[in-house]
């Protein structure tokens, strides 16, 4: 092998390394190294991007500058972007096994666990803890997916500090996904050298309309809609996919339990006892739709003064009421997860765009965040006692 050989090859294994943002793949599996070659200490490598004006072109350019120049002989990389082609695109949607007319979610080999964050009323937080829920998942090495199905509410993508948009290839939408804070990579990495770290991949209705505009769609297009991010979205293999539902028990509710019919509820409240009424309902309609409650998440619990008293602002005790009515209601156990008090590094975390069990882990809404995440990975691992192909 000539010396060119040689290095062309170590130029490649070295752009091996350089995993495309959102297609979450080595970028030498998905076609998009045109070329690399090596003369005279300079690389260069064409790098065909999906569409014009992907907007994780600096990113990868620079990945792929980095990845080059770890190779003894290169001292000097020109990166050259071009685009695919609609053939190349359409070869990269068929290597992706991606097919926009299934729902892979409701096929009975899929090995995603679907949980559909529910409330019987509005404001409670059920996005702050679908954001958190999927935050703790991503922190446990998972490949978590969230659709913001909250139509008049979105407010998935701020939770998490999304800013960018999906990329469209033709028909099929790439979500934008949100990697590991530095600190939780860097955790990550060291108790777990040889592993992939977990990642939140994205897509709300919010993606889709112009500025702060008001949805106003009636039920089959909010049929349509669901439907198509569960089957137009690639979301590649995932873990966990959580739902984030609008509250109540409205024509999403139910379409959802349509389209996934496997997928299980995990439903918030508040500890006032007034609240459970309208979250026995949200539980209840479980019964119409034959799936399963997995647990409750009580928020706005007691919240912790700073001379270490406590306040119960919203009362207390309903997430046990609720769980016992739940259990006469259904038949079975509904546990309560865990009660999340009301915390200011919860709501600022929140407008930040960083969930509170990264911004503030060990804050008291960061901690009980966690606790929850946790029971909800411990029924997973419960499951039928049978081995399941995640690592946690
Ligand atoms: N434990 C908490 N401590 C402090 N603030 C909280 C807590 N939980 C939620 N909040 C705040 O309450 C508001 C409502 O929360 P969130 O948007 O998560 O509720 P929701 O149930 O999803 O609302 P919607 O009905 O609009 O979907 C937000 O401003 C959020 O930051």
């Known amino acids: 092998m000539s010396d060119h050989e040689s290095l062309d090859t170590a130029l490649m294994r070295a752009l091996d390394t350089v995993i495309d943002p959102e297609l979450r793949k080595p970028i030498t599996e998905v ?3 045109d070329s690399a070659t090596v003369s005279e200490g300079v690389a ?11 907007p994780l072109k600096n990113t990868i350019e620079q990945d792929v500058r980095e990845a080059a120049l770890t190779v003894d002989g290169i001292e000097q990389v020109d990166v050259r972007i071009g685009y695919m082609s609609p053939e190349q695109r359409s070869e990269l949607k068929k290597l992706l096994g991606h097919s926009s007319r299934a729902n892979p979610f409701a096929s009975p080999d899929s090995l995603t666990k679907v949980y559909a964050v529910v409330s019987g009323k509005g404001g409670v937080g059920k996005s702050s803890a679908t954001a958190n829920l999927a935050a703790a998942m991503a922190s446990a090495g998972l490949k ?8 008049h509410g979105f ?15 033709e028909e099929m939408i790439l979500p934008p996904v949100v990697p590991l804070p530095e600190a939780q990579r860097q ?15 994205v897509i709300s209705i919010g993606m889709f309309v112009e500025g ?6 009636r039920g089959p297009m909010l049929h349509r809609a669901l439907e198509q991010f569960l089957t137009d979205v690639y979301f590649g293999d995932l873990d966990v996919l959580l739902l984030d539902l609008p509250p109540g028990t409205g024509d999403i509710a139910i379409s ?11 439903l918030v409240s508040t500890p006032q006892v007034a609240a459970v ?3 026995e309902r949200a539980g209840t309609l479980s019964l119409q739709t034959e799936q399963k409650v997995a647990g409750i998440i009580e928020n706005m619990s007691a919240m912790v003064m700073p001379d270490g008293s406590t306040m119960e602002v919203f009362g207390s005790g309903g997430g046990e009421v609720l769980s016992q009515r739940l259990r006469d209601a259904l038949g079975y156990e509904v546990p309560l997860l865990g009660s999340v008090p009301l915390d200011v590094s919860l709501r600022s975390g929140g407008d930040a765009g960083v969930p509170v069990v990264w911004s503030a882990p060990d804050s008291p809404a960061g901690s009980a965040m966690q606790a929850v995440a946790d029971r909800v990975l411990e029924q997973k691992r419960d499951l039928a006692g049978k081995a399941l192909p995640l690592n946690f």
């Open 144 to 151: 978590v997916g969230v659709v913001d199905a909250d139509v």
């Open 256 to 266: 959802m339990a349509q389209l996934l019919p496997g997928a299980q509820l995990l």
């Open 31 to 33: 076609g998009m190294v």
């Open 187 to 201: 955790a990550w990495e060291k108790g777990h050298p040889h592993q992939d770290p977990g990642f939140i991949k």
């Open 155 to 169: 407010s998935i993508p701020g939770l998490l500090g999304i800013t960018q948009p999906p990329t469209k290839l």
């Open 212 to 217: 702060n505009q008001p949805i106003a769609w």
């Open 44 to 54: 260069t490598v064409a790098v065909l991007l999906t569409i014009e004006g992907c």
């Open 277 to 279: 009424d309208v979250a």
